[in-house]
């Protein structure tokens, strides 16, 4: 568990660099964290945000993640 944690903390670290030199802008701490919590919980955490703080960007990073998980058995 603590390896894989480590993975996907890394991982996240490097979507959040890419994100910012696609768009010139960083996801938010918000959003960072939501993801975090998504990994862990098997509720759905993505319904719960507001229109306007960032469902896309977040779905898209949760998505990369569970790929990633389901490709690198990590």
Known sequence: PEAERAINLKLMAVMREMHF???GK???TTQMITLLLSLDNPDNLLMEINT???KSITTALLAAL?????KGDT
Not at 66 to 70: M, P, Y
């Open 21 to 23: 030199r696609s768009t």
């Open 26 to 28: 960083f996801p938010r």
């Open 52 to 54: 306007g703080e960032g």
């Open 66 to 70: 569970q790929w990633a998980k389901a």
